[in-house]
């Protein structure tokens, strides 16, 4: 998928295309680096990767090396992938990664997925040789606010319980991989949390054009629902993606990137709304009113009050059915009936969560489930916030 040149049209055509390359692997070559060091812990330096006509200064941002024309340095090889390799900062060093490359990465001539670099160090790429050289020290900044992702295989530990350790190796296989994607759409992933991830998305500024941040943080959510759907002998897994984009506090470690505050707990708690809602991906406003081209895609979901946070928050989902017919009336629907229940018009909501269609929508079910709770009278302090408990 070329993200630079996403809209609704070409994402449409995409949703019947298979969402990862189905590339080889060896999964035998050596492992090397992980977050955390055996060596002494070396002073923060600059670098730069020099090699194939290229030179170029390594900042903030991730590096993708590749033939497809979007990748940072485009490498015109049979012998590259279309995303080979990834070169980003994490805690304090530069690390690359092997993007389930066909034909691998040699680093100093030692097969490698995943590596700390250093100044004097050699990548080859195929037929493609690389040299890192030591640069001025790095002048760049992270943002002090971003877009947080989490996702979360829904009802794993019943999953893992039932299929065993191939079930296990399967998710952590594809978790592998959508850590590359996170990285080919510009983001960066943070940590493992069970099966399941967080990452963060316009920590650090993008080249101009292509998709905004909040366009690549949505492709990206969209992209790896649709993975987890399509694993061999395990069909139809619900991931489960919550995404917020709002002020961090990033704590900034040697071998380590780590971001607290509101907006990472919001983004947590957005994830397991999914499950009340039916949805898989949810989203807040704040996010909502930075997309563009994904806009299409998304639907107006409620207000509510999440545990742990008194101010409301107008949610929305990701919709993959907006663009299939009929789609308009099902979201004219709703919405009428989401008007009338937040201004406390119990009878008249109902009434109009009988169209025709919405009983197969879990969004309209929800709200109709929760109407049939309510008395025929709003009370007198209803404000159409819902008070959403955690989901256990």
Known sequence: ????????????????????????????????????????????????????????????????????????????????????????????????????????????????????????????????????????????????????????????????????????????????????????????????????????????????????????????????VRAFRTIPDYPHLRLRVGLHMGEITLRHEEAAIDIFGDTVNLASRLEYTNKEYGTQIMISEALYHEASRTRPFLREVDTVRVAGKEEPVKIYAWDENSQAPGSDSILSAYHQALTLYRQGKFPQARACLQAPNLHKDTVAQTLARRLHTLPENAPEDWDGIWQLEKIT
């Open 1 to 224: 998928m070329d993200t630079d040149k996403l809209n609704p049209d070409i994402l449409a055509k995409y949703m019947a295309q298979s969402p990862l390359d189905t590339q080889d692997w060896d999964e035998e070559a050596t492992i090397i680096g992980g977050l955390s060091f055996d060596e002494e812990p070396l002073e923060e330096e600059g670098l730069l990767l020099e090699g194939m006509g290229f030179r170029h200064v390594l900042g903030l941002a991730p590096v993708l090396l590749g033939r497809d024309a979007g990748c940072t340095l485009s490498l015109n090889s049979k012998t590259v992938s279309r995303y080979h390799l990834a070169i980003y900062k994490f805690g304090k060093h530069y690390w690359m990664r092997d993007l389930h490359s066909t034909n691998g990465i040699l680093h100093n001539q030692v097969k490698t997925l995943h590596a700390v670099i250093r100044a004097g160090d050699q990548l080859q790429l195929g037929d493609q040789a690389f040299q890192v050289l030591g640069a001025p020290p790095l002048q760049e900044e992270y943002a002090k606010q971003c877009i947080v992702v989490f996702l979360d295989l829904a009802d794993s530990t019943r999953l893992s319980e039932k299929e065993g350790k191939a079930f296990t190796q399967a998710i952590q296989t594809e978790i592998s991989k959508l850590e590359d994607r996170i990285l080919v759409y510009r983001g960066l992933p943070l940590k493992q949390l069970g099966d399941g991830l967080m990452c963060a998305f316009g920590l650090y500024a993008l080249p101009a054009g292509g998709l905004s941040v909040a366009d690549q943080a949505l492709a990206f959510a969209w992209e790896a």
